[in-house]
């Protein structure tokens, strides 16, 4: 996509690779251990994650959802990646696989060109976000294996400065959710679904059993910016700490009008999906929810970042349903954001890798080089 690289000519930003490995000896020693010796080569293939509770958002629901799998071959070293597409966001089992069959990664023979090699990816053909994050998260895990460092490292973030993770509520019956409350027992922070006509009914339920912090999500579900801005406040009281997506991402002005009068910060989910969305959301929404599969993986989710706090926004790290490869892949960047929402592997029964666990409600990074992640 030639605006990314345009807006990244602009506004100066470097990327992660480029920027942190100033050691001449890492880079030594790893274009030792990759020398001139082969080709990346690409494989991929469908799987489908059982949900271990039917999601149910403003608009939707559901109880699966597809993902693929990827694998960057190096030298006999293997890179893992994935691409989550949640039907919301257009993409599918047949539209990754027929994208990731046009990537032909032969031509290149260093995994250090990164910029070259994901330019030339993201070039292919518009869209494709998720399906462009599995080469992306895949290639961050083979050279962070081939340097034999985590990319948090790599990075420069500090492990310990991750943040709580939140545990998300559908919307549901009060039964339900009580039950769902039971099970979050674990993390300190909720994040509830709200979005239709039951908002206060579940918030006073979630309020009956337990005073954690909750971080609301109305993924769009709200018209009117008078009774956006009247929840805000009404939440704000029940010790609700932010409020996402409120209204449609159509709805600028409003949303901005919202986030200028709001007692708790806005967060722009649905309206921001790649780097150039940062600066439209500037504003409009106090903060900005990054996940890899709207901003094609770990590269532009790192600009994104730097661009936001370079703004003063609050930064969230989000995720769809995620195998603990994705989810492991977007914690590398947890240390930097404010809020962490990494719950995606905790709710699936089928997981094939195990990677970044949660802690005391807190998402503990590894010390496994890449994305900090192993096939089970
Ligand atoms: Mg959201």
Redesign the pocket.
Known sequence: MSGRRDFIKKTGLITGASMVLGSDKLFADAREASAGKGRLKLSFKPYTLNLRHAFNLSTSSRTTTPVVLTEINYNGIVGYGEASMPPYLGESHETVLKFLSKVDLSGFDDPFEMENILNYVDAIEDGNRAAKASVDIALHDLVGKIIKQPWYRIWGYDPSKTPDTSYTIGIDTPEVIRQKVKEADPYKILKVKLGRDTDKQMIETIREITDKPICV?V?QGWKDRQHALDMAHWLHEKGVVFL??PMPKEQVDDNAWVTERSPIPT?G??AVQRLDDVLKAYKVYSGI?IKLMKCTGMREAHEMLTLGRALGMKIMI?CMTETSCAISAAAQLAPMTDWA?LDGALLISNDVFKGTTVVDGKVTLNTLPGIGAVKI
């Open positions: 999500d993924n996402e997506q967060m989910d649905e929810n989000g929402d």
